[in-house]
């Protein structure tokens, strides 16, 4: 069964940083990842994803990049802003599955000014 | 642009008591979706649709039931509440499953079962 871990659970950087968020997952069987931003009471927005056969994706400040063989996926994001404060998940989508994502249980992170 | 809403944005109900949580989409998407996100998990598919009159199980099924009559709606009806169902839901939908990418959630209602 697939299992998806995001580590750490919260993060916390100054204002200007680059940063590095993982999310790795059990069954390199995947038809593709995807990121996705939560706002503190609202809906989730999709922010990139890659499909199986890609290694990263960009856009804007943010980079994600997947490695199937070691089950890992991380989403980077250059010269942090107060802005980007939200919590990020990764979901992904199983070779067995058309319309079931399998969700990790994300990372809250605080950008401070 | 209203994209995917959901009513209530909050439900307190008693064990036992049942209600239906709202979604309307306007982006005339097929495909449509409820799920539930606890503390510390993952959010759980609980039913999807594909289409106007078709409906399937996900993850976590029991307790819920869905219904599409038409392209716009997928109520999620909870037929007898437990504290078990104390979540916040979801409704998400997209033009074609979950392949492109373009998921498209709703802000959340917030239930509570005493």
């Known amino acids: 069964k697939q299992e998806v871990t995001q580590i750490p659970a919260a993060l916390s950087v100054p204002e200007g940083e680059n940063l590095v968020l993982n999310c790795s997952f059990t069954?390199?069987?995947?038809?593709?990842l995807q990121w996705f931003r939560q706002d503190p009471g609202k809906g989730l927005t999709s922010l990139l994803l890659?499909?199986?056969s890609q290694r990263e994706q960009t856009s804007g400040r943010l980079n994600a990049s997947l490695d199937k063989s070691s089950g890992r996926s991380t989403l980077y994001i250059a010269a942090s802003q107060p802005g980007d404060s939200a919590t990020y998940l990764c979901?992904?989508?199983?070779?067995?599955?058309?319309?079931?994502?399998?969700w990790g249980a994300g990372t809250k992170l605080i950008i401070k000014p | 642009n209203a994209g995917v809403t959901q009513t209530p944005k909050f439900q307190v109900l008693k064990t036992g008591q049942s209600m239906t949580l709202q979604c309307a989409q306007d982006?005339?998407?097929?495909?449509m979706s409820w799920y539930r996100q606890d503390p510390g998990m993952g959010l759980r598919l609980i039913h999807y649709?594909?289409?106007?009159?078709?409906?399937d199980q996900g993850e976590v099924p029991n307790g819920y039931n869905v219904s599409r009559s038409t392209t716009e709606d997928f109520p999620l009806r909870l037929l007898s509440a437990a504290p078990s169902q104390t979540s916040v839901y979801f409704c998400?939908?997209?033009?074609?499953?979950?392949?492109?990418?373009?998921?498209?959630f709703g802000e959340g209602s917030r239930l509570t079962v005493l």
């Open positions: 998400a939908s997209s033009r074609q499953g979950v392949n492109t990418g373009e998921l498209f």
């Open positions: 982006m005339n998407h097929e495909y």
């Open positions: 649709s594909v289409g106007a009159g078709i409906t």
């Open positions: 069954d390199s069987a995947i038809y593709n």
């Open positions: 890659i499909q199986s």
């Open positions: 979901a992904v989508r199983p070779g067995d599955s058309n319309y079931q994502l399998i």
